[in-house]
């Protein structure tokens, strides 16, 4: 463990995070179902896989939303449930539909962490608010209002306020999600460059094939609880695995003649 | 059985929720901004509502009582014993309280539903700032602050009600003079502080439940709605049923 740092809390580093033969169902269905990895100091982990594989599920485990019913998530060797690690160590998620502030605006979305905690004077924390709006491009924005940004924004605005808190740890749950090629592809770069900025382990979850085969380092393929592959990108796209290309290459069925006109079959 | 079960696990959720306010109280001097804001919004939804609903409340209870007892030579000079110790000791608190649950009350549990429907509450959790901190204990502190006033006001309005339909309606006509002297001589500063106690245990009930029924609420915004009318229906039933306990022990 060459990475592991010495004092696991206080370091101010990326951590590494364990996921050791964890399960979960909800109400005696297996949405997790004995899932290992390990993801470590500083990667960009991407999870991909159909709806309904548990990936969100993992996500909310990790940051202890969730308790697993079986195995341990250990991030830098703590017990995430047990010492309640995202007291300890800075840890932060952007969620899937955001989880913006509704009835703040932009600048005091990002400004709540701090504020709430008295982490700095009131000039710096303004400071660190408009250098974060700045690294993601949203100047403009600190006065809006969530319900007045579209998409695109709302979620960039969603990961400027998760690193206000300098996470060690930063999850995406479906950043590009919704947007347009363009908007997405400008996330992709975003959580791409993020790393040069911040020490911080990242966790992506995506369906989006570019997003993880431009940033990702390695990616876990899963299937309704299961990782059914664990690889770098490049390898899991040369995959002849039929349960990694029923996924990553899917297919309209030239059978069917409504489509058959307009698809090149 | 079900029903039975879900009333006693909501009630210790309650209490649960209440304790762990408690635990951030210490907090309370960094949030006064956030508190000022619950207290002027719990004034300015209830207080003129309140007033108007309080001053006809006494007009009625005077001219109802004056008409029942004009049979009864010279009992209308208890008019202002009856809108005097009814106003203080019952009524005030009681519409305060129930008018409290209707526009404050529905809100807040409109609020936090939303907020956690929508994973704010969940973000929140995430920042280590649990909900209890800044959405719960702030209000029942504005609400312990404001419930007085409130009641207060409400109570005066009564009274006042109670004066104009003494001397204005015909079939009374009694000086407003007589009124008030009757009124005073018969009530004490310890009815007025029963009515007080009364509208706070109400007030913190109402804010309690709104909010532990918010942070219940799971699903979309079917719920949020349910959520929001099972609150009211709740925080009224457990009203007029701490109203009975109190009125037997501060008797
Ligand atoms: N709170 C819950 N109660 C009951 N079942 C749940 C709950 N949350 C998730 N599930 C179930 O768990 C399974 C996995 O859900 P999860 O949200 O983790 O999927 P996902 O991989 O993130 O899918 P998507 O790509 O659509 O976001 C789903 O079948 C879902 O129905
Ligand atoms: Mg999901």
Redo the contacts with the bound molecule.
């Keep these: 463990m060459a990475n592991t740092p010495e004092n696991p809390v206080d370091d101010r580093r990326a951590v590494r995070v364990e996921i050791d033969r964890v399960s979960k169902s909800?109400?005696n269905?297996r949405?997790l179902d004995d899932v290992s990895f390990t993801i470590e100091p500083g990667e960009i982990f991407v999870i991909m896989?159909?709806?309904?594989?548990?990936?969100?599920?993992?996500m909310r485990a990790i940051v202890n939303l969730e308790k697993v019913d079986e195995g341990e998530i250990r991030i830098n060797g703590l017990d995430a449930f047990k010492q309640q690690t995202h007291k300890l160590m800075h840890t932060a998620i952007v969620f899937?539909a955001g989880g913006l502030f509704n009835s703040l605006t932009v600048e005091e979305n990002l400004g709540f962490y701090p504020r709430e905690h008295r982490l700095y004077d009131r000039k710096t924390i303004n400071e660190k608010v408009a250098y974060t709006l700045r690294i993601l491009n949203l100047e403009g924005c600190a006065d809006k209002m969530p319900s007045q940004l579209s998409g695109g924004m709302r979620k960039r605005v969603a990961i400027a306020r998760s690193l206000i808190i300098e996470p060690r740890l930063l999850l995406f749950d479906?950043p590009t999600s919704e947007l347009d090629p363009v908007s997405a592809a400008n996330i992709t770069e975003v959580i791409g460059t993020l790393r040069e900025e911040y020490d911080m382990t990242s966790i992506v979850?995506s369906?989006d094939r570019e997003l993880a085969a431009s940033i990702g380092e390695r990616v876990a393929l899963?299937g309704s609880g299961k990782v059914v592959m664990l690889d770098t990108p490049q390898k899991l796209a040369e995959s002849e695995d039929p349960e990694v290309t029923a996924f990553l290459k899917p297919s309209i069925n030239c059978n069917n003649p409504r489509f058959r006109q307009n698809l090149a079959c | 059985m079900q029903a039975i079960k879900n009333f006693f696990g909501f009630a210790g959720e309650c209490v649960l929720v209440f304790f762990r306010s408690l635990y951030y109280l210490p907090t309370l001097p960094w949030q006064f901004t956030r508190l000022m804001d619950y207290c002027f919004n719990i004034g300015y939804k209830t207080m003129p509502m309140v007033s108007i609903m309080a001053f006809f409340l006494g007009a009625v209870l005077v001219m109802q009582t004056g008409d029942s007892l004009e049979d009864f030579a010279g009992a209308n000079l208890y008019l202002g014993r009856i809108s005097g110790l009814g106003m203080s000791r019952e009524l005030a608190p009681l519409i305060s309280a129930l008018l409290l649950a209707g526009r404050v009350g529905s809100s807040v549990t409109a609020e936090i539903a939303s907020m956690k429907v929508y994973h704010e509450i969940d973000a929140l959790k995430t920042m280590n700032v649990p909900a209890e901190r800044i959405l719960v204990m702030p209000r029942l502190v504005a609400i312990i602050l404001m419930m007085p006033i409130v009641v207060g006001v409400a109570i005066f309005v009564g009274w006042y009600g109670g004066a104009m339909a003494a001397a204005h309606v015909p079939f009374i006509a009694q000086p407003e003079e007589v009124y008030w002297a009757n009124l005073k001589h018969v009530v004490s500063f310890h009815d007025i502080i029963d009515g007080q106690i009364k509208g706070m245990i109400f007030g913190v009930s109402v804010i309690l439940i709104a909010c532990t029924q918010g942070l219940n609420t799971k699903g979309g915004p079917r719920e949020i709605g349910m959520s929001v009318t099972s609150a009211v229906v709740a925080s009224m039933v457990i009203i007029l049923f701490l109203d009975f306990v109190l009125t037997r022990v501060l008797m």
Excluded: D, F, I, R
């Design positions: 909800y109400n269905q949405v896989g159909p709806s309904g594989a548990g990936k969100s599920t993992l899937q479906e979850v369906h899963m």
